[in-house]
């Protein structure tokens, strides 16, 4: 490794030392995060390219910290998922989507929520069970929620992975692959799991416009996931050529930044607003 030093024991740096007792201290933290409130949903739209409709949201994490501020989840979610306090997370963010599916509906916005479940709260058998559950006890009408799955989750069980699509789908909760193409072996989960889904890795789109075999990659990605009818999804588009490009490419769907970042809730209502009245 690169740290590693002659007898193969790594040296700890006082940077790493702080990093690690920052860790330590979010781990305590966060035991308290979700009873404490301090966890938030930020909404980012996803638009239909035949359109130019919003016809998806994505609800992601932030942790609210009351001396960090805002914590991204790349911070905080895979130290949850090692405590496995992930589940209590992963449960909080399937609650509180339901909840603002009837809060959109109110504002006349008919609009699925997609949330991510991680590889680590798929280790509870009962998980499709469970969000099945959720969703009928909160009274949205089907096919509201929607689940967003890594393929780094499909590895691990194949059988048990293949019933829980199967569950979900059969109660009319959509899934979609996440981050597709990052994975090792991408192809062999595509033959073995039906999922509704696609969504394309923005390491893919970003700056795809100046480099022809990502283009291709994209190109292909597309074509593959419309001949298993699986609607495709672009992620992390910044520019307008580079939706120009996924346009006439016959990508299905779009999200990123140029579109619009992830909002809490308020700037989502006044989003939404002013993107259908223009
Ligand atoms: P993800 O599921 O791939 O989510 C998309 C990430 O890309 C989000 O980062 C979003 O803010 C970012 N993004 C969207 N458009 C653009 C763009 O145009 N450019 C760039 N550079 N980035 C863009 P975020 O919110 O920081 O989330 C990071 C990851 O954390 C997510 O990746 C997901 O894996 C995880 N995560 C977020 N919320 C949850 C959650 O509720 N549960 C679980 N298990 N994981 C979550
Ligand atoms: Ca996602
Ligand atoms: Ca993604
Ligand atoms: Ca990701």
Redesign the pocket.
Known sequence: AKNAGRNGYAFFTPAMFEAAKTQALLHQEMHFAVSRNQLELHY?PIKRLTDDRIVQL????RWNHPERGLI???LF?PLAEKTGM?RE??QW?RQESLAMIGRLQEQGFNVPIA????TAEFYDHGLADKIIAQVQESGVQGGSLLV?ITESLLIRNQQETLTFLQKLQQANIQVAL??FGTGFSSLSYLAAFPADKLKID?SFIHQMTANPRKQSLVDTIINLGHSLNMTVIA????TEEEEALLRSKGCDKT????LA??LPETELMEFLRGYNAG
């Open positions: 980012q994505e609800a992601l994490v991204r989840p790349d979610i992930i997370i992963g963010v949330v991510n479940v991680s967003e996440d981050d923005r992620e992390g588009v910044e999200q990123g930044y140029l970042k992830p």
